[in-house]
């Protein structure tokens, strides 16, 4: 019950409370620990970056369905990030709501998150070799799909630029091995 004693001891505690709503038949989950973020703003973003998907790529949204369980939005030392064990793509809760990014450029991250989830479950399916061995491999692709759909939108041209960047660079740089320790501690 929303407002009940759980929901003040939550807040008086400082912890973060998820909300979950379902949006376009996908869970969205978002733990908000900023109290500068509207997490309304949050699922509003989530709404219009997933109706932008079907509208412009209805076949990679049918993808994203059925490989993706849910998104979750919180805060994250990168942009995003796709969790095999849970199917679970995550999208950073201050770039969900950052105005410098278009909605296109947002919904490019969860494209490239979600062809993540795409190779992993060709790889369980088809024996396609697996993000830890090729690493520069599977994000040249994720990259493609980033640039397909930048090319789709008519506000595309960030999109085009960061995917077109990305590809040019060597292995090491496009799929760059992270010290996520010292990520966790640069976000905090």
Sequence with gaps: MPG????????????????SRVIAGIPVDVINTQADVETR???ARAERILHRIHTYQP???????RDVLRIVVERFPCRGAYFSDRRAVLLELTFMVNAQFSDSQVAACLIHEAMHARLDRLSETFGIRSFDVERARHERICRRAEL????????????IQRATDSLAM??????PSIDWDEANRRLH
């Design 41 to 43: 703003e949050v699922f």
């Design 59 to 65: 076949a990679r949204y049918a993808h994203l369905r």
């Design 4 to 19: 009940g004693w759980f929901d003040s001891l939550v807040r008086r505690m400082g912890l973060p409370r998820a909300e």
């Design 170 to 175: 060597a292995d090491d740089e496009v799929a």
């Design 148 to 159: 397909d759909f930048g090319q789709a939108v008519p506000d595309g041209a960030p999109v």
